[in-house]
């Protein structure tokens, strides 16, 4: 699960985690404080009496070392960017490998779609607005199914399988895996550089899991987890085909990820606290699918939802992303 928080300067906090913390990061870090705090910490700079204090806030959490250095990435404007750069690098070549398998996707997500629209307004334009523009796979000129199909797309593709699919094969592989009941951190500076698309999951004892996808800035996120019962629920047949599309696409993935590790290691090694290799991970992925679904977004091929979240129930834990 992953999740962003805006703050009102320009340090932003991004989070993920396979499940939920007992205690969101949010409620720990601030990133309009110690955004700057720990850059200038990792900097050398002195602290005044106020930042001393903050400091330790942090060492008595476990989020700084002894020495008042981040344990977790911290990263200033023109750090954040190179990350941004690189993991861009990723999420095109994501971009380029999903765009050749679409024809393959749309047998999945189509079903989907078609599952879920009559009792799926979060996955769907508001019935008193137009459908966006631009073409959709499969629609014609002027069709109302355009944006809805796209939305679908967008769920599927970037909620189930590029996030909570690959991170899921991620962790398999040990590359970006926290400890149990943990969250990978991080803070970065700049609109957008802690990550904008994030997957959240939440259990429901006895009826699987609720999946949103979406930003966690936008109220309709938050709404969203009120009420899972609104979501629709995945219709149980489809599961299967849906899983497997998700580990085969999402092991090609994973194969882009290991191969973009060398461009990745030397850029992570400027970030203060970025020796946790995870986390690092975790943060540069969160940009390599943003640019993935800026760039299939701007193809046309999926409709980035206009309430800022998708939801869905499904029952299969490994479409929730547990490492089965």
């Not at 459908?131 to 599927?156: D, I, N, Y």
């Not at 970037?158 to 991170?167: F, P």
């Not at 609720?210 to 936008?218: C, E, N, T, Y």
């Amino acid at each position: 699960m992953t999740s962003g928080i805006r703050a009102r300067t320009a340090w932003e906090l991004g989070w993920w985690a396979p499940v939920p913390p007992a205690l969101e990061p949010g409620e720990l870090v601030d990133p309009a404080v110690h955004g700057a705090l720990l850059s200038a910490v990792a900097d050398g700079a002195p602290l005044d009496r106020l930042g001393q204090h903050r400091l330790e806030s942090l060492k008595a959490a476990g989020l700084a070392s002894a020495d008042g250095q981040p344990r977790f990435p911290v990263a200033p404007a023109a750090q954040a960017k190179a990350v941004a750069e690189t993991a861009g690098d990723l999420g095109r070549a994501m971009a380029r490998l999903v765009a050749g398998e679409w024809s393959r996707l749309e047998v999945e997500y189509e079903p989907v779609h078609a599952a879920l629209s009559p009792s799926a307004p979060t996955i769907e334009h508001e019935p008193d607005r137009p459908a966006p523009a631009g073409p959709t796979a499969g629609a014609g000129p002027g069709s109302r199914q355009a944006a809805p199909a796209g939305a679908a797309a967008f769920l599927v593709v970037g909620g189930l399988l590029l996030d909570l699919g690959v991170r899921r094969l991620l962790r398999r592989q040990g590359l970006a895996s926290p400890p149990f009941g943990s969250a990978f951190v991080w803070l970065a500076e700049g609109e957008g550089a802690a990550g904008s698309w994030f997957a959240r999951v939440t259990g429901l004892p006895g009826r699987g899991s609720l999946v949103r996808f979406g930003h966690p800035s936008a109220p309709a996120f938050q709404l969203a987890a009120a009420d899972p019962e609104a979501a629709p629920a995945l219709p149980a047949s489809l599961e299967p085909a849906l899983r497997e599309l998700c580990e085969g696409l999402g092991w090609s993935v994973v194969r882009l990820v290991e191969d973009a590790l060398p461009a990745l290691d030397p850029v992570r090694r400027r970030v203060a606290g970025a020796d946790d290799e995870g986390a690092f991970l975790a943060w540069a992925y969160t940009l390599a699918v943003d640019e993935a679904l800026d760039r299939l977004s701007a193809r046309g091929l999926l409709t980035p939802p206009a309430t800022g979240v998708t939801t869905v129930r499904v029952a299969d834990p490994a479409l929730a992303g547990a490492a089965l």
